[in-house]
């Protein structure tokens, strides 16, 4: 089981940027193993993935974030990092780390941190 906290989100303006950190922690675990990724929820929608990292740095993102968001990981730290940039009222959500472990199918989820777009 691999322990996920997120930081970051507050308040930004149309056009402004933040910074996503989450920090990943368990009883010794191999972080390099899980595939991590961000995913979002805005009021009264599902869940969706933002942008995914594999332990080879292998990126993927959603058609509305590419250009404008980044994802970066830290093996030696265990962290992963979301930066966004050109923020629009749209991105307003929930961000979610996650982990994925292949070998087992298995997902970790952080608490979520709010980000609020507005002017």
Known sequence: QV?????GGGL??????????CVASGNGFGFIMYR???YRQAPGKQRELVATITGEDN?????????????????AKKTVSLQMNSLK??????YYCNAYFQPARRDDWGQ???VTVSS
């Open 112 to 114: 979520g941190t709010q």
């Open 12 to 21: 930004v303006q149309p056009g402004g940027s933040l910074r996503l950190s």
């Open 3 to 7: 322990w996920l906290v997120e930081s």
């Open 89 to 94: 009222p749209d991105d307003t959500a929930v």
């Open 59 to 75: 990126t993927n993102y959603a058609d509305s974030v590419k250009g404008r968001f980044t994802i970066s990981r830290d093996n």
């Open 36 to 38: 991590m990724g961000w």
